[in-house]
């Protein structure tokens, strides 16, 4: 761990028992702050952030969503958006991460809670374990070279081979996001049964016959390390299968995971914009063209025109993002509201860091400013199943059911 983040967990106060939130968030944005020093450093070599984790869970963050009857602080989607906007404004590609590990362990407290029996005892409680006693990360592994995204329809071609008392996994999985961090990938894969199933299995990254392959080198979202996973038969006991039902039925996507998954990432993209946002203010403040006779850019009518239209994007993401999470938590939230809220926060995002480039001109493109790192990150916003176009797609559907029926 650099000098820098060992200051920062030092100092921090022991994590109270009952995983106050303010203390919780109050680390969350003292870390987000240090992890924007590392990020150019990250995004440059493309490094998967090993030592900013190690400082979330020395910050206790990483046991944010684990029930508190098993010793996490049972957080809400609530206060794990908070944490990873925190997160992102210094570095998206870390709060990316740090978004699926928390998406799977709220998973599993669900299940736990609802008696949904989808997750076996025996390996949730070694993954909960794992993740209190160190440094465990898990993440699903679902997109598949030929199949896309299972978002469009359509089988895994990764099998799932029973043999005995084991499971053998085997398939090619792209954009695992933090495969070199991880300890745990849930892997969705088929059966190989008369009536095959479909489902994931709980797959150790270091288990015999699991390879990565370092694939990942996009414009942006560098250090989220979303290398390819090769699995040839990696054995796992059958106790180790998550939620399998009859394959003829396709993926079922359930509305909890949903809303997790979209609330998250748009929080990431959303973190990323804040920080171009954060930018482009001392930019514009400190920036006194010649023209001007000393007058800052910020002093333009028509610079605060087009700043106050970044202000009401970003404002209209937190409305949405605090909105959606806290009505999910009370139970409140219709289950057309997740794909409504990654649609427009990402499209603001994207817009607002557009606006940015336009105001700071050639400054926002130059490599020594970190504008143009902010503006590669968001524009792979873009990339998340399943895309905005589909989302409009199944919302027009919805709306001309009706209408279509009359016809």
């Known amino acids: 761990m650099s000098a820098t983040l060992k200051a920062v967990t030092a100092i921090a106060p022991p994590v109270p028992e009952d995983g106050s939130t303010p203390v919780l968030l109050a680390r969350a944005v003292e870390l987000g702050r240090q992890f924007a020093s590392l990020a150019a450093r990250h995004d440059e070599s493309g490094d998967a952030p090993a030592e900013q984790f190690e400082a979330l869970r020395a910050a206790g963050l990483l046991r944010l969503t684990i029930a ?7 957080a809400g989607l609530a206060t794990a958006r908070a944490v990873v906007s925190a997160i992102a404004q210094g570095d998206p590609s870390v709060a990316l991460i740090l978004s699926m590990h928390y998406s799977q362990h709220a998973a599993l407290v669900r299940a ?17 374990a794992e993740s209190l006693r160190g440094l465990s990360l898990i993440n699903a592994a679902q997109v598949e070279p030929a199949l896309g995204s299972p978002s469009h329809g359509g089988l895994p071609e990764a099998l799932a081979r029973r043999v005995g008392d084991q499971w053998l996994i085997s398939g090619h999985k792209l954009y695992v996001t933090g495969a070199p961090l991880l300890s745990w990938i849930n892997v969705l894969a088929r059966t190989d049964e008369a009536e095959p199933r479909l489902g994931s299995f709980l797959v150790p990254r270091q288990a015999r016959g699991v390879r990565i392959v370092e694939t990942w080198d996009p414009v942006g979202m560098r250090a989220t390390a979303s290398h390819d996973v090769v699995f040839q038969d990696a054995a796992v006991p059958l106790d180790h299968a998550v939620g399998l039902k009859p394959a003829r039925l396709g993926l079922q996507r359930d509305a909890h995971g949903t809303a997790w998954y979209f609330n998250l990432v748009g929080s990431v993209y959303d973190g990323a914009a ?3 946002r954060d930018w482009l203010l001392g930019f514009l403040a400190t920036r006194r063209p010649s023209a001007l006779g000393g007058a800052a850019l910020a002093s333009l009518p028509t610079v605060q025109d087009t700043v106050g239209r970044i202000e009401i994007l970003l404002a209209t ?29 990402i499209d603001n995002a994207v817009q607002a860091v557009g606006l940015a480039i336009e105001l700071a001109g050639n400054h926002g493109l130059a490599r020594r400013n970190p504008l143009e790192r902010h503006h590669r990150n968001v524009l792979c916003s873009h990339i998340h ?16 059911q009706g209408e279509l029926g009359s016809a």
Do not use: I
């Open 274 to 276: 804040r920080a171009a």
């Open 385 to 400: 199943a399943p895309p905005n176009s589909l989302l409009r797609g199944h919302a027009g559907r919805a709306a001309l």
């Open 317 to 345: 993401n937190d409305w949405l993002l605090r909105s959606h999470a806290q009505a999910y938590d009370d139970g409140t939230a219709p289950g057309t509201l997740a794909g409504v809220v990654k649609h427009t926060v």
């Open 68 to 74: 508190r009857a098993e010793g996490g602080h049972g």
């Open 112 to 128: 736990d809670r609802e008696g949904l029996g989808e997750w076996p005892d025996r390996p949730a409680r070694r993954l909960v």
